[in-house]
């Protein structure tokens, strides 16, 4: 009876738990050689396929357990699921936000450099007459802020937001943290939720 309940119950609910932990691992690898960190990346690549062997191990060693092969299957889609939540948590990292206006943009320039932002400006001309084009560096973590503010200040404005892989010599958001301190932060959240 004891073997049932580990052939039949146990076993795939661990392949399901590992496949969760290798997917979530490999999203997060992928996260970080975006963003060049040398360090932390092979490290998680180790473990990603170290536990993605012990997974496909017990798959090959069960041929017959079909429900081996659900957990497996469910792992992978549940480990991509949680690996974006995890990575959305972190925000790791800066994005370069332009904002092209044709209104005053006085009030947005005002809040930005108030959050701490650094802010440029140019004066340009678009298709349909003068416009203001601003750029700043923001935290990713910080979005959601800006484009309200964007949305509250100038309303008709253009923006595009994109992520920045290195800059340097300039004005940089307030409180940029490290990768390690993001991990933490994030495995704090986790044990918070449960």
Partial sequence: MESFWFTWVILPV?????RV???TIGTMRIVFVARGNRVLAP????????????????IFRNLNNVFCYLAYAGGFATG?????????????????VRIITRKDASQLIEFLKNAGFG??????QGA????????????RKDQPKVLRAIQEKNPNAFFSVENIQSASAGIFPPGS??????LWEAMRFWKKGK
């Fill in 14 to 18: 661990l392949i399901f738990l590992a």
């Fill in 21 to 23: 932990c290798d997917v």
């Fill in 43 to 58: 490290v998680l690549g180790f473990f990603e396929i170290l536990i993605w062997l012990l997974a496909i191990g017990q």
């Fill in 80 to 96: 991509n699921y949680v690996g974006m939540v995890l990575e959305e948590k972190l925000a790791m990292g800066f994005q370069v």
């Fill in 119 to 124: 802010v440029t400006t140019i004066d340009g």
């Fill in 128 to 139: 349909t007459g003068p416009v203001k084009i601003v750029f700043s560096i923001i935290r």
């Fill in 177 to 182: 943290r490290s990768t390690v301190k993001s």
